[in-house]
């Protein structure tokens, strides 16, 4: 164990969660949780995140202020390749290395978030009599995480039902710069950033960091009808996507605004009174967190996934679901023009949204991982 003297009595949480921003942000944003609580045994947890070299962690957790070290990673072929035939001697390689990690950071407890970087470190906390803490993303868990769930002493889950064993609802954790958003009193400032009106209706359009292509068309399509109807667009195409234009409006027309990318998803969110969206995990749970209603459109491939991530909350009458096969300029024309054209109907989808949402899912899981680390001090 290589802690020093200063860090005696502290808990020391590994967070595993690298690749993609989906495993990511939850992890650091219960490393942000973690942090604040400065009356914890011994003071603020002391937090690790684990990744690999090829992840977007490398990127994303210094910049956060977090240590960050690295090991092997394990890709899981999705199908019988020749290359399955490699994932035995890579895990043993991985375990191994993660052990010897774990034992040298003297860690408490060990919380992974799903995905290659989570595997090693369940079976490697196993091995060395560490407590596991699974947090599960999305309504159908991976490979990772279902084998994790079997040794965790706690199993969170985003979406209620989630078929592992022991799962218990927490809700997926947060940036409290989304979290602690009031959308009315920032409304104003935000619709000034993007050039938007102060008082028209708003519909925001993203399809995650890259923009998704149906939703793209269906938007741009629709672009005459909504703003004939008054109502204004702030359109998020994905930075490679720069052949989705919409010609200006006429002067006292409502604005459609066509940005590549957002950096300021907290204003987009408090600039619009509804958004057309895909349902990825984190997209979803920052929608109902901030109470923000959506037409989700699942990404058509996979797994289904997506689908059943925005189901809870279609299913409390804080959004719609529209196949993306269904998607285009007429059913935008006819669910969402007049849907954004109705303040009453709109602030009903929003109040629900929010009552379907888990603004303090930081919070649940920092009380689960730091409820196990304590129980195994007390063995």
């Known amino acids: 164990m290589t802690s020093s003297s200063n860090d005696a009595g502290r808990v020391h949480v590994v967070l595993a969660g690298g690749g993609t921003g989906g495993h990511i942000e939850p992890m ?177 359009v993203f399809g995650g960091s890259q923009g998704a292509a149906s939703l793209n068309r269906a938007a741009a399509g629709a672009a005459d009808a909504l703003t004939a109807a008054g109502v204004q667009v702030l359109h998020a195409r994905g930075p490679k996507n720069t052949d989705v234009t919409v010609p200006a409006r006429p002067a006292g027309s409502a604005p459609y605004v066509v940005v590549d990318y957002l950096e300021r998803m907290d204003l987009a969110y408090a600039a619009a009174d509804l958004a057309l969206c895909r349902s990825g995990a984190v997209t979803v749970a920052e929608l109902s967190a901030v109470g923000l209603p959506a037409a989700f459109v699942p990404l058509p491939i996979g797994n289904g996934e997506q689908r059943l991530n925005a189901l809870p909350v279609v299913e409390a009458g804080g959004g719609l679901l529209v196949a993306d096969a269904d998607l285009g300029p007429a059913w935008i024309t006819a669910e969402l023009v007049p849907l954004l054209t109705d303040p009453t109907a709109l602030a009903a989808l929003a109040a629900h949204a929010a009552a379907a949402g888990t603004p303090d899912a930081d919070e649940r899981l920092a009380d689960l991982v730091l409820d196990a680390a304590t129980r195994r001090g007390t063995r």
């Open 28 to 204: 650091l944003a219960l490393a942000d949780a973690l942090t604040r609580r400065s009356t914890a045994p011994g003071g603020a947890p002391r937090v690790t995140c684990l990744g690999t070299a090829r992840g977007m962690e490398t990127r994303l957790v210094p910049a956060r202020g977090y240590d960050l070290r690295l090991i092997p990673p394990v890709p899981l072929p999705r199908t019988p390749t020749p290359d399955l035939l490699r994932v035995p001697g890579r895990v043993v390689r991985a375990v191994s290395e993660t052990r010897a990690l774990l034992t040298e950071l003297g860690a408490d407890v060990v919380v992974g978030f799903g995905g290659y970087v989570a595997l090693p470190a369940y079976l490697a906390a196993r091995r060395a009599g560490v407590p596991v803490v699974v947090h599960e993303q999305n309504a159908l868990p991976g490979l990772a995480n279902r084998i994790g769930a079997r040794v965790a002493a706690r199993v969170a889950l985003t979406v209620p039902g989630t078929p592992l064993h022991g799962g218990v609802h927490v809700g997926m954790p947060l940036r409290t710069s989304i979290t602690g958003l009031d959308r009315a009193a920032r409304r104003a400032e935000a619709r000034a950033a993007f050039g938007l009106d102060a008082d028209r209706p708003t519909l925001l």
